[in-house]
T-cell receptor, first 109, second 112 residues
Framework: GQQVMQIPQYQHVQEGEDFTTYCNSS?????IQWYKQRPGGHPVFLIQ?????EVKKQKRLTFQFGEAKKNSSLHITATQTTDVGTYFC?????????FGTGTRLKVLA | EAQVTQNPRYLITVTGKKLTVTCSQN?????MSWYRQDPGLGLRQIYY???????DKGDVPEGYKVSRKEKRNFPLILESPSPNQTSLYFC???????????FGPGTRLLVL
């Protein structure tokens, strides 16, 4: 069945360093969503990418969808302690979603 | 306030004792879904519903049942819970069609 792999599993960075998480699907995705889950919290929607090669920015966060629509990345510039949490990608169809295993980010002050 | 609520938030039960986790949303969303979250496995979709009386299986439906009799409610039923269903469960709702999903606060279930 369809699988969505996400790397790395963990990442520790010093505050101010950049961070990137990558998402790879075994099949072509119609869209991809990104979520953030703070420790002890629930997933919160960040963004959705639909078009091949799409790039979207939200302040210090940059999201990319690959040309083949099989991979995606989330890049955070100059991390802050508020960026701590687990970042998930989710490959979506219309109603069925396959989540990546997540990347847990720790930011050291 | 727009929200997805789940009850109970925490539950300890024993093998074989039927239980229901409720989920309710006040955003008039057509789409609702249940996920379980386990360490190292991320979120896995159990069941989803595209509208009232319309449900379908996700990736891990075994041992679970759902119903969607009203638009706002989407209960998750474990008829005979087993220890491998110990997990953190999230309900989500959205407009469907690949749009944003809004997650509830989660229900932590322990099956002894």
């Amino acid at each position: 069945g369809q699988q969505v792999m996400q790397i790395p599993q963990y990442q520790h960075v010093q505050e101010g360093e950049d961070f990137t998480t990558y998402c790879n699907s075994s099949t072509t995705l119609s869209n991809i969503q990104w979520y953030k889950q703070r420790p002890g919290g629930h997933p919160v929607f960040l963004i959705q990418l639909v078009k091949s090669g799409e790039v979207k920015k939200q302040k210090r966060l940059t999201f990319q969808f690959g040309e083949a629509k099989k991979n995606s990345s989330l890049h955070i510039t100059a991390t802050q302690t508020t960026d701590v949490g687990t970042y998930f990608c989710a490959g979506g169809g219309t109603y069925k979603y396959i989540f990546g295993t997540g990347t847990r980010l720790k930011v050291l002050a | 306030e727009a929200q997805v609520t789940q009850n109970p938030r925490y539950l300890i039960t024993v093998t074989g004792k039927k239980l229901t986790v409720t989920c309710s949303q006040n955003m008039n969303h057509e789409y609702m879904s249940w996920y379980r979250q386990d360490p190292g496995l991320g979120l896995r979709q159990i069941y989803y519903s595209m509208n009232v009386e319309v449900t379908d299986k996700g990736d891990v439906p075994e041992g679970y049942k759902v119903s969607r009799k009203e638009k706002r409610n989407f209960p998750l039923i474990l008829e005979s819970p087993s220890p491998n269903q110990t997990s953190l469960y999230f309900c989500a709702s959205g407009k469907g069609g690949g749009e944003t999903q809004y997650f509830g606060p989660g229900t932590r279930l322990l099956v002894l």
